[in-house]
């Protein structure tokens, strides 16, 4: 074995656990803990660009409405847009407080007889926002790094503390 032929052979073999788990195929994986049922959940909803079907309907029925049992299929690009959040936190082990997931149109309306900031054709009804906070973290620092992603919409509500995530068109409001 001549020395070219050795190096090259030990250079492959220390740069193959590397080449392995690039960040695109590390597992994605969502700590969660709702606020109104207190039901907390850990689990890997994404591996590589494969999504994990059973994963999917256990985030599913966690995101479902609380207050009539309503389950639809959230939004998979909402999950990407909260596991890369925290990932841009610093925190990739962070547990989400959730507020808001889904709403059905009837928990919709009544909601939005009760408060004005709760939009007539939410998002939340199709499955495609929530909101969040996270128990140690400012919630202002949590909306300019969401608005960083440059991924759907990011509300602020300081007032009520916390940040509105949805994969709709890019905007943002709130103070």
């Not at 195929?25 to 590589?48: C, F, N, Q």
């Not at 919630?139 to 300081?158: E, F, K, N, Q, S």
Request: aromatic fraction near 8%.
């Amino acid at each position: 074995m001549n020395r070219r032929h050795f190096l090259g052979l030990a250079l492959s073999t220390a740069a193959a656990p590397v080449l392995a788990k690039s960040p695109s195929e590390r597992p994605r994986v969502l700590s969660l803990h709702h606020m109104h049922t207190d039901e907390k959940i850990a689990v890997t909803y994404r591996i590589g660009d494969r999504y994990q079907r059973a994963a999917l309907n256990k985030l599913n029925h966690f995101f479902r409405d609380f207050r009539t049992d309503d389950i639809v299929a959230i939004d998979p690009q909402l999950f990407d847009i909260l596991y890369d959040v925290k990932l841009r936190l610093g925190d990739p082990d962070a547990t989400y407080q959730i507020l808001s997931a889904y709403r059905s149109p009837r928990t919709n309306a009544m909601l939005r007889r009760t408060s004005s900031g709760v939009a007539k054709k939410s998002l939340h009804m199709t499955g495609q926002a929530v909101d969040v906070r996270f128990p140690d973290l400012s919630i202002r620092h949590l909306r300019d790094t969401a608005v960083a992603l440059g991924r759907g919409g990011v509300g602020y509500y300081p007032r009520s503390n916390f940040v509105h995530l949805d994969t709709g068109t890019v905007r943002r409001w709130g103070a």
